[in-house]
Every structure is written in C-alpha cells, then in structure tokens.
C-alpha cells in the first residue's frame, strides 16, 4: 500500500474540488464532484499498487478510473437533478494528462525527443483510456435517456394538455 | 394567461422567426458554458419539436453555431452565432432545469426567451476570489498527485494561483489567449524559482508542474477528444487544436522563465 494514502486521498479531493469552484459548479454538487475525483484516484492508486506500474498497464488503470468516475458522475446527476458533464470533468482532473501535454511541448522545446514521446503516448493513452471508460459508464446509464423515450414523453404530455382544453 | 403554441396548431412565419431565437439562446447559452455538444443539440432539437415546427438543423463547430428551423409552410429561418467556449456549469444546470421545467408546464416561446436572458445575464456563482482559492487548492493537490513531496503542496499553489490571475488580467485587455498564456505561464515559473530561492518546496520541477495545472490544458483536450468520439469531430477537432495551443504556449513561458534563470529543469525530474 501506498506509504501515504492520506495525503493523496486529501490532495485527489483538493485538486477535484479546487477545478470544480473554478468550473462554477453548484455549491452543493461541488463537494460531490471532489468526492468523486478522490474515489476515481484511490482506484488508480490501488490498480498501480497492487497488479503493477509497467507502462502497458496504465490504459487498464486509467480506464477503470473511467469507468469509476462515470458511474459515480451519473448517481450524482441524478440525485443532484443536473448533467453528469459537471461531475465527471471537474472530478476526472487527478489522473487527465495536461501536466503531460505541457511537458511534451516543453521537451520538444528543449530539443529531448526522447521524453517528448513517452510524454505524447501518456497523453494519448490516458486520454483514451478515462473516455472509454467515461463513455462505457454512460452507455451504462443510458435507460430512459434516448430519443424514444423523450418523444413518447412529449406525446403524453401533448395528450395531457388536449385532455385539459 | 398567454395562447400557447402546441404541436398541433400550424406555426407562422413569425411565430417561426421567435422560435428562432429561441433556439439559438438555448445552444449557445449550453455551448457556451461547455455542456457537450451532442447534449446540447439534442436539447435544442427537442425544445423546437414541442413548440411545433416540422424541421431544425443544427451546425455547429468550435466556435460558431447556425441553426435552421422549418415549418410545414416550407417557410424557413437560419440564424447563426458565434460563442467563446468556457466552463461555466452552473449555467447549464440551471438551463437543463428550465427546459424540464418547460416540457412539463408550458410556456410562451415570448417568456421562453425573457427566461433564458435571465440565465444569460445572471451573475457567476461564486466570485473570483473563491476561483482562486479552488485554483490554490487545485495546483497544491495536483503538484502532490504528480509526484511531488507534500512540502511542494504550498509554492505550487500559490504560484498556479497568481499565474491565472495574471492570465485572467492579460486576457481581457490583450485579448489573446495565446500570449495571456505565455505571460500567465511566466509568472509561474518567475514565482517557482523564487520560492527554490528561498528554500521553500522539495523539488523544482514538480512545483511548476503542479503550478501549471490551472492553466494545463487537459480537460480541454480531454473534452475535444469526447467529441470526436461521439461522431462530432467538426468540433472537436477545433477543441484538441485550441488546447494543444494552450500547451504550446505554457512551454514557452516556462522555457524562457528557466531560460532567464539559465535553469535545465530536466536535471530535476
């Protein structure tokens, strides 16, 4: 186990937290969206603790945080009635590659292409991995939220109102 | 209490010219304060249907969005809008309230209009202060995640705190992102070497990393990616190029920031 989980659990809920009052996320879903971000965080830690940190390992890391988060993200729409985005990109901020994406330019700045290209396939890995993951969570949720579903909600609405004339 | 307008009566030209606007209020309010795209289309197809016209188009890209609305007369009316895309979701929560609100008590497409310009109008929800300070804890926590020690957690803050606030300063009277980027990333890496200086954080690399992460552009990237894997890669490939810019230009503040120091930052990492 990680020598300091406190520490990360604490700085992964700062980190969520912080970016969701800078997205002016609602007050109260702004805690949500925090514990969120701890909870996808504390998956990714246990993931690299206990099966591995070899480079090949870090797309099923980041896809199981996807996956975490984006159910987390659409319990919490629900309960707090407003979209899943304003959960899931304030709270999937711990493990997103824009430290990666900066670091790239840099090195190539620098003229080290060697860690510019570790830096671009974290950024096109992990990117890839956390939407997958977000998107499978979602196609999970998907029940009720279709086209099909919404039209037959305004036919019986329509019904409704002709009833009521 | 005011006629309304249901599926079943026909829509004339000027009932069609009102809707119009009323649409283009709707996705661009949604686009604007980064409610995904496919989303907001849907919304916006929907709240047209139930007011009763036969077709709508929505084009949108990055940064601009037309939308046509057709009746069964063929009588059609285009309007197109151009929006800056930032996060802002608690314009969004509250526009989604206001369409369910709609679907389940109608109202005229008049206070329809008058309503999303409230939403429009109406004042952040938390003040620039407490943006700051989630920005603080933001690059703290973040500095740590990355790999730092936790006595990087408190430079990498308050660096990444000022780097936004002069970002946010540059941005609205040089109006370029790009070089408010520059100057922001600057200042951050100006902040980080004063703080090695001083003695105060572990490691210099993994302060400015940290530091950068309020002005990094992940979530961009990440949210240009989502469109383009839901099939709307006219925009997203707009939203990965605006957040590799972002990249770019946080590269070159940094550099010439170790530059003026004659720092190698590589020899931290």
């Known amino acids: ?165 | 209490m005011t006629e309304l307008t249901t599926d079943n009566q026909s829509t004339d030209y000027h009932h069609l010219r009102k809707l119009t606007e009323a649409c283009t209020l709707l996705v661009t309010l949604l686009l604007e304060n980064g409610d995904e795209i496919r989303n907001s289309e849907a919304t916006t197809r929907l709240f047209a249907i139930f007011y009763g016209v036969k077709d709508i188009q929505i084009f949108s890209t990055g940064s601009l969005v037309a939308v046509t609305l057709r009746n069964e007369y063929e009588d059609e009316v285009t309007r197109s809008v151009r929006y800056d895309r930032t996060n802002n979701f608690d314009k969004v929560t509250s526009t989604h309230n206001l369409v369910d609100k709609i679907a389940n008590n109608p109202i005229s497409v008049d206070e329809a209009i008058e309503k999303f310009r409230e939403i429009n109008n109406q004042e952040v929800y938390f003040s620039g202060g407490k943006r700051y300070f989630g920005m603080f804890l933001a690059n703290g926590g973040l500095a740590f995640i990355s790999g730092g020690t936790w006595h990087d957690i408190l430079p990498a803050g308050i660096a990444g705190m000022f780097g936004i606030i002069v970002t946010d300063f540059f941005s609205e009277y040089i109006e370029s992102d790009f070089f408010a980027e520059i100057a922001g990333s600057f200042v951050i890496g100006l902040f980080a070497y004063l703080f090695f200086i001083l003695g105060i954080g572990n490691n210099l690399f993994w302060v400015i990393y940290g530091g950068i992460m309020g002005l990094a552009p992940g979530s961009t990237i990440l949210a240009g990616f989502r469109e383009v894997f839901t099939n709307q890669s006219n925009s997203g490939v707009i939203i990965i190029v605006r957040g590799l810019v972002t990249a770019i230009a946080i590269a070159i503040g940094i550099l010439s920031a170790m530059l003026l120091f004659g720092v190698r930052l590589t020899d931290w990492m």
Do not use: C
């Open chain 1, 1 to 165: 186990m990680q020598d300091n989980l406190l520490l990360h659990l604490l700085t992964s809920f700062m980190a969520s937290f912080g970016f969701a009052l800078y997205f002016n996320v609602p007050r109260r879903a702004a805690l949500a969206a925090g514990f969120t971000g701890m909870a996808g965080w504390f998956v990714n830690i246990l993931f690299s603790t206990f099966v591995g940190t070899e480079p090949a390992l870090d797309f099923v890391a980041n896809l199981l945080t996807g996956v975490v988060t984006g159910i987390l993200a659409q319990l919490f729409s629900k309960k707090h009635k407003a979209p899943p985005v304003i959960f899931y990109l304030a709270s999937i901020i711990p493990p997103v590659p824009g430290g990666s994406a900066y670091m790239l330019f840099y090195s190539i700045g620098i003229a080290r292409f060697d860690i510019a290209a570790t830096y671009l396939r974290s950024v096109l890995v992990i990117t890839t991995a956390l939407l997958l993951g977000i998107l499978l969570a979602s196609y999970l949720f998907r029940e009720g939220r279709g086209y099909k579903h919404q039209f037959k909600k305004l036919e019986r609405q329509r019904a409704r109102r002709e009833s009521q004339k």
